[in-house]
């Protein structure tokens, strides 16, 4: 049997910040994924260290942030050991990121057709007009944008929200990445605009390039992911298929997610603050499992040392795992 190696693999990832005298760990040892042709989803809490992870794997984090991993191989290359130009190449042509404000990473003064000509420009170094338009217009007409021609002479502001996501996924696509990292691409949007993009995303997916969808929102997640990656406090706290995740959650932290979601139908939900709390600082991680002082998993078994004093470890070896001293009991 011929072995697939998967497009990304990340081994003990850890991104630190240099706070007061102190390095603060946004994303904490952390290991994982992801395959040719699959979307990711990677999901939790504000300041879980979802964008920090996500840029790290383009080498982005802004300085002084500091990357460290025991692997970090990318299509059979090991992206810690490129150096800047290498990484410029990597950018943009093979990783692509897609962010919630598209347009605050677009130039208003330029038009939609330089603007996502630029890196075609700049990557392939193609300088016929007529070439440049037409890759364009492609483009636009990839993340069905409609009427192309006149879109292509707009400027950024005179687009509506959703056009101006469409016009920074054709911008993100337009060298043909083998992976997109998408960090909340349809937060800002209306709920229908919402719907065209992530079916749109699926449409890429289909075409085989693998996509890490950021999200605060497992419903999202549960529409378009194949699998998923729940972080907490800098960790991965759980990873398996979103079929699952979603039918048998392992840690009391997705439980909670879970119970939060809104039904689509039928009774309204119990209780929608399900995770009580706030969410911790890298300043200060709790000790042992980073969720217990919230878990109502550790509250009703009579607050157990072990879930204090030491840091739950996953099995990784199977493909559905929790890091959860109880992984699976759930409190009843
Ligand atoms: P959100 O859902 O709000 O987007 P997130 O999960 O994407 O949150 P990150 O933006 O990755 O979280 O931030 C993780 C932690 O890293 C935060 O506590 C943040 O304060 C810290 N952090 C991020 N960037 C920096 C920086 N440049 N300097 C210091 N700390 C940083
Ligand atoms: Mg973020």
Redo the contacts with the bound molecule.
Sequence with gaps: MIEIKPLISVENLTVE?P?RGSA?R?VDDVSFEVGHGEIVGLV?E???????LGLSLMRMV?SP?RVRARRMEFDGRDLSALDESQLRQIRGSEISLIVQDALATMNPVTTVLEQITEVVRDHEGVRSRRVLRARAAQALRDVQLPDVEINLRRYPHELSGGMQQRVAIAQGLILGPKLIIADEPTTALDVTVQAQILSLLKQIRDGGTSIIFVT?DLATVAEICDRVLVMYAGRIVESGTVAEVFAEPQHPYTQGLLASLLPLGGDPPKRLDAISGQPP??EAWPSGCRFHPRCPLWKSKGEPEICVNEDPQPDESRTHWAACHFAGEGVR
């Excluded at 504000?46 to 920090?52: C, F, I, N, R, V």
């Design positions: 910040f706070v603060v946004a939790g504000s300041a879980s260290g979802k964008s920090t802004p942030g605060h600082r890298p």
